[in-house]
């Protein structure tokens, strides 16, 4: 089963969804989703958010020992321009975004083996739906 990340701010988490349901799910899937404000950003700053990332981590190790169908396979990243960076305590450029969601697959990869990451950032335009993906080649860019 795929784990989803993304974040629960209630003016995008519907709007979210709706993308990630559209783009992101296999017809019928069913995965199991984590959400918090900020969604997968304390992957990429652990240092700054650290309760969030352990918790993550956490919940991450538990859904990998869960039973048969349920057992989390695969964790998917899903980033997006994010209101939660309002109330991080560094500065924040629209590079800074796009890099986290390489800081934060290096991140899980560091703390969490044998499981498949996958991660995106919505990258939508009006009514366009789009996600930038990320591939393992993509980590090789300049941190
Ligand atoms: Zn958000």
Redesign the pocket.
Known sequence: MRLFVY???PR??AD?ERKINQKLLKPGEKITRLTL???PIPFAHPRDLRAGAESFLEQIRFGMKMPGEFQITEVVLVF?????YANVPFSVTRQTKLHDVVRAIRFLRKHIHRIKIRAYYDSSVGDKISFIRYRARRLACAN
């Open positions: 974040c629960s701010d995008e988490a979210l404000y900020g969604g997006h321009d994010c209101g939660f």
